[in-house]
């Protein structure tokens, strides 16, 4: 596998209860990946848990073994458009300490969320992007300060859950340097297809997760587990000029052989350096 493994990376979600970022890190190395997107998780990686030394250590360890392409955060826990202001503003501070720790780890980008909606009683769109672009005032010119990127991501329970309305209130904001994550699964989920929604972020993109779901239960489960459609993506993703890593984002209690298992399949649908 570390052939076709070196032609992907791998989001540690599925590892955030075994171990630290460090222990991950070294764990995906081993098995040859291209890349890493860390998750910030209390006891996996999280600023109040790091010092300047376990923070260097692990860019290092980065550096010498693993790319770090990018960082997330568990996105259903924050809210930076929320109702209540002290949400906002709690949601906000934490992702002012993760903009701070990307820059510090050397991460090429850090996924942000663009807000949720209350399922029941939605507050206006207006004043979910008003919240929005506030945070973005905040976030983008610290990413830059720290040399990252914010890339958005567009999710299913986001008040931008498509390439359409989230592309709109991205480029409504003005600011070039703030880009996209597209994820697949999440796309199809809503019943977008991925490479039409490909088309449309194209501008902006500069990483696409994939994972596998049906259109009846959101989830990120190993390829070929759902029914999300592969044909066609490898093909759009080098006419819009992606050249990034496609990212594993696989939520699996047996991640190391379900991953690669899904960086096979991902092969075969014309990714990687052997397809």
């Known amino acids: 596998m570390t052939d076709a ?3 992907f990376g791998v ?17 995906l190395a081993d098995q040859g990946y291209g890349g890493v997107e860390l998750m910030f998780f209390p006891g996996h990686l999280w600023p109040a848990e790091l010092d300047a030394a376990s923070l260097r250590g692990l860019r290092n360890l980065c550096e010498a073994r693993l790319r770090l392409v990018s960082v997330n955060m568990p996105n ?10 002290e949400m906002r503003a709690y949601t906000l501070d934490l ?22 909606p209350n399922p029941l009683f939605p507050m206006p769109r207006d004043r979910m ?30 008040f931008l859950p498509d ?10 904001y003005g600011d070039d340097s703030i880009r996209v994550i597209y994820d697949v699964a999440n796309a199809h989920f809503i019943g977008e ?22 259109r ?18 490898a093909d759009v993703m080098k006419e819009i000029g992606c050249t990034e890593l496609p990212m594993l984002e696989v939520i699996s209690h047996t991640p190391d052989a379900d991953i690669a298992d899904s960086c096979r399949r991902l092969q075969q649908a014309g990714f990687g350096a052997n397809a």
């Open 11 to 27: 989001n540690t979600y599925s590892y955030i209860f075994g171990g630290s970022a460090a222990d991950t890190v070294a764990r």
């Open 129 to 158: 992007v008003s919240h929005f672009y506030r945070a973005l005032d905040r976030l983008a010119p610290l990413a830059r300060q720290v040399g990252t990127k914010l890339l958005i991501e567009n999710m299913p329970f986001a």
């Open 76 to 85: 259903v826990d924050m809210n930076i458009a929320a109702a209540a202001e």
């Open 95 to 116: 992702l002012v300490q993760f903009v701070r720790c990307a820059g510090e780890l050397g991460a090429g980008g850090i996924i942000v969320g663009p807000g949720k």
């Open 216 to 233: 009846q239960s959101y989830k990120h489960d190993p390829l070929g587990c759902g029914d999300v459609p592969l044909a066609g993506i």
């Open 5 to 7: 493994a070196a032609g």
């Open 163 to 172: 390439a359409e309305s989230l592309m709109n209130i991205v480029d409504g």
């Open 193 to 214: 297809s991925p490479v039409e929604g490909l088309q449309r972020v194209c501008d902006r993109v500069s990483l696409v997760h994939f994972s596998d779901t049906t």
